[in-house]
């Protein structure tokens, strides 16, 4: 008896045998020392027997007139089968395997957190140098605990801390700026002057002395808040007004707006995956929520010159396509609203626009040319240095 873990691994073929006196082709198949290790009756003139796949030949020499058709495979030589029928599954598993490997140990982003740019430059910088930059493996936590160490030895008047997080395939350094003392620089006296022509609407004044009232008109540089304190028609104090004033002011926009419309436009949603680009097919790795259409911006990360297949992280941009067929009063709303839209986008918080009117509008075959007159409350604070002001002393005769 064959040892049972070769059994199991041993070639072996399972046969499909048709032909008149199937009990005589038995016999000569054991004459011949072929061992049969299963035999299976269909019928009077069919069976399936199982042998090892090394007396095959010798089967086949013998079959004379029979029918003999493999019908299955066993032990290695299943496996090789097997292996060989998905073997373009197997290859794209051990690249994913090979990719989730390298997305999961290399850092793709180094972010410092800070308004300081310089600091941000600076740190970069040294971080490049122990290792700490993109597309290179994670340290230990040793290893980090070193470089923290060093970049707060080399900063000692900068730096009160510094801290390397790594989230996922991500650094982010923060840290705490040693306080210094600084001396602190008065704000110059200055005039709240308007900054261009309108009508107040609003004021939030926490300094100066209030000269024009809500609802009265300014042109552009005339002082609304100054910075010379008066009373009973004489200066007593000179400070620095600060405060915000709000004016409505007016614009005239013209827009071209077409009958027919198609605008391929960003959503804001956007993503980062990686991709297997393999000849001219991208394989996507771990997208789930595929956008129906989107833009997409690749950095290669590995490729092989010998061999066309490259690893990319890809950001895609989730986009929509707006094709439209308008009305005439359909296309001067959407004028209008793309207008406004592109005026608010030009205001700061607390700015809007208030009223708009339409002062004329020109047909042409495929547009309509719309000129549209904008109402905006914005603020119009601009500041005017002054000098203090010191009473002249009059000489008694």
């Known amino acids: 008896m064959k040892n049972n873990v070769l059994y ?41 027997i199982k042998i090892y796949k090394k007396d095959y030949d010798k089967v086949i020499k013998l079959k004379t007139i029979y029918e003999v058709e493999i019908i299955d495979y066993y032990g290695l030589i299943k496996t090789k089968n097997n292996l060989l029928s998905n073997k373009y599954i197997i290859i794209f598993i051990l690249i994913s395997l090979i990719s989730l490997y390298l997305v999961t140990s290399l850092i793709f982003e180094v972010d410092v957190i800070t308004n300081d740019s310089k600091m941000e430059n600076i740190l970069i910088e040294e971080l490049e140098e122990y290792g700490i930059k993109r597309y290179r493996f994670k340290k230990n936590y040793m290893e980090l605990q070193e470089i923290k160490s060093k970049l707060l030895s080399n900063h000692k008047e900068e730096l009160e801390w510094i801290e390397i997080e790594n989230i996922g395939t991500k650094y982010i350094i923060r840290y705490e700026p040693r306080i210094k003392n600084n001396i602190n620089v008065d704000t110059p006296l200055r005039h709240i002057i308007a900054k261009k022509s309108g009508v107040i609407r609003d004021m939030n004044i926490s300094s100066g002395q209030i000269v024009k009232d809500i609802d009265s008109y300014v042109k552009k540089g005339d002082i609304i808040v100054s910075g010379y304190i008066s ?107 793309l207008s406004k839209k592109k005026m608010e986008e030009k205001l700061k918080d607390g700015e809007y626009v208030k009223d708009y009117k339409i002062l004329n509008k020109t047909k042409h075959s495929d547009s309509i040319t719309l000129n549209i007159f904008f109402n905006v409350v914005e603020d119009i604070t601009e500041y005017q240095q002054i000098e203090e002001y010191v009473e002249e002393e009059k000489e008694i005769e």
């Open 8 to 48: 199991l691994i041993e070639s072996k073929l399972n046969l499909n045998i048709k032909g008149h006196n199937i009990e005589r082709f038995i016999k000569r198949l054991k004459n011949n020392n072929i061992e049969i290790l299963n035999i299976v009756y269909i019928s009077k003139d069919e069976i399936n």
């Open 231 to 337: 009373l009973n028609g004489s200066v007593k104090d000179t400070v620095s007004s600060s405060g915000s004033v709000y004016a409505e002011t007016w614009y005239k926009v013209t827009i071209d707006y077409p009958y027919k419309y198609k605008e391929i436009k960003e959503t804001g949603n956007s993503k980062e995956i990686f991709v297997i680009k393999l000849l001219n097919k991208d394989i996507e790795l771990f997208n789930f929520n595929k956008y129906k259409t989107n833009k997409v911006e690749n950095k290669t990360i590995l490729k092989n010159n010998i061999l066309p297949i490259k690893f990319v992280k890809q950001k895609q941009i989730e986009t929509i396509v707006i094709d439209e067929n308008n009305t005439e009063d359909k296309l001067i709303e959407k004028a209008i609203n």
